[in-house]
């Protein structure tokens, strides 16, 4: 297999992932949308219990409770609408990016720019080795996109040429 299939296969499967991504993020804010507070720290509980069962002192299992002890009911709702916001915006995307809508590639680009930089930003508050790999893997989705971007702007320059160099000799037939 040749580099380029080699790298649009993987801009297919990187895009994939984050329509999966934006999917997930639209069913957790509609779960936000019916979820209180209350039911919130009932929910991290039942998941959280086998763990601290097995060990109490587990941190990250402990801090998700501690956490879940914090929500109001405004940041569950800022929550929701979040991730339902965000959601849709990126199988939108996702889906016109697949479907080689051209429009959809800049503001794919734009949309995972904004969103790194805030990354980057949140990274310099509180470091964690997932939001490094979802920032590395959002600038490897952006330099995919930017390359796919080029390589189907190619493709629509070409087509053009070849439509204007055959409406040019229907325009004048050899004699």
């Not at 297999?1 to 993020?25: C, N, Q, W, Y």
Request: aromatic residues 10%.
């Amino acid at each position: 297999m040749d580099r380029a299939r080699i790298l649009e296969r993987t801009f297919r499967i990187t895009v994939v992932l984050k329509g999966i991504d934006g999917v997930l993020e639209l069913v957790g804010g509609i779960l936000l949308l019916f979820l209180t507070p209350e039911r919130l720290g009932l929910v991290v509980g039942f998941l959280t219990q086998h763990e601290l069962d097995q060990d109490p002192d587990d941190p990250i299992a402990n801090a998700v409770v501690r956490m879940s002890h914090h929500v109001t009911g405004s940041a569950t709702l800022f929550g929701a609408v979040y991730l339902l916001l965000h959601g849709v915006v990126k199988v939108v995307l996702v889906w016109a990016v697949l479907r080689r809508r051209f429009w959809a590639y800049p503001w794919m680009i734009g949309f995972l720019l904004v969103f790194i930089g805030w990354q980057c930003w949140e990274l310099t508050r509180h470091f964690g080795w997932g939001l490094v790999a979802l920032t590395l893997f959002d600038i490897l989705v952006v330099a995919l996109t930017v390359r796919e971007w080029r390589v189907q702007r190619r493709l629509r320059e070409a087509e053009r040429a070849e439509t204007a160099t055959e409406a040019e000799r229907d325009a004048h037939p050899a004699e």
